[in-house]
């Protein structure tokens, strides 16, 4: 397909009512051929919509649960070096309370349970009550436990490795136990095992609600548009707070299968 047509294809992409979106995308199949392109405006500032500049395939944006399969890597590279197992139970790494007072699952649940999502521990983004909260305080911080709750109250979807489900609780849970194993917070552990050696300059887990620099704008829509560019980090914290590029994600898969 011609340049022309593939950009049409992202104009036409894009929701309509909101005058300041933008999308990028690139493709890339190793070996054969890669395209990159972008329509619509990226932003900057802390005002949503302020100040606007046309979008570039280079443009950073939040990658959403893509920062599952970086978590992922981090937990196989913890057991390559021994430090754990995925066939663990978790209780051999939460604090009892959580496990007993919260979590509350009718069998152990196992590190390779969160990682799959057949753990049956709800997901915190089904929590109505949360996620009200969260729309109408995006700037407030929530801590892992705040996660968990949200996700667990709900009670139980099913036994663990009885089924499979969809939860963001699952890797909240893993960065927990990244940092309980590795000592090291989340956000530098990630850094210094997978953004630092895989050369990915333009990756971060952001500490503040704004991105630095130009980002693409960040929205959901749950029946209306909701702009959620600007949005405390610990909010989506293990499941879907990093921010990257196109070009870093596609090298970051790239090295991870080289890697494997």
Request: charged share 15%; aromatic share 10%.
């Amino acid at each position: 397909a011609s340049d022309v047509y593939k950009r049409q294809i992202l104009d036409d992409a894009l929701p309509v009512g909101i005058s300041n979106s933008g999308v990028v995308m690139s493709v890339h199949v190793p070996g054969q051929w890669s395209w990159s392109g972008s329509s619509g405006y990226a932003l900057s500032g802390m005002t949503p919509g302020v100040s606007e500049s046309m979008a570039t395939p280079d443009t950073k944006f939040r990658v959403g649960s893509i920062t599952k399969t970086i978590v992922a890597t981090c937990i196989m590279l913890l057991e390559e070096e021994g430090a754990l197992s995925t066939e663990d139970p978790i209780d051999n790494y939460l604090r009892p309370s959580l496990i007993n007072d919260t979590i509350m699952s009718s069998a152990p649940v196992k590190i390779r349970h969160l990682l799959n999502h057949t753990s049956g521990i709800a997901n915190s983004a089904d929590n109505m009550g949360c996620q009200e909260d969260v729309l109408n305080n995006p700037l407030s911080y929530y801590s892992y436990e705040d996660a968990v709750y949200c996700g667990a109250s709900q009670g139980e979807m099913y036994p663990p490795e009885f089924a499979w489900g969809y939860s963001n609780t699952n890797y909240s849970l893993l960065a927990m136990i990244i940092e309980e194993v590795s000592g090291e917070s989340y956000s530098d552990y990630v850094n210094a095992h997978i953004l630092q050696p895989f050369g990915l300059q333009n990756t971060e887990i952001p500490l503040q609600a704004e991105i630095t620099g130009e980002y693409m704008g960040c929205y959901w829509n749950i029946g209306s548009w909701i702009d959620l560019s600007i949005i405390h980090p610990s909010i989506y914290r293990g499941w879907a707070d990093i921010v990257s590029t196109s070009f870093d994600l596609n090298l970051f898969y790239y090295l991870s299968l080289i890697h494997i």
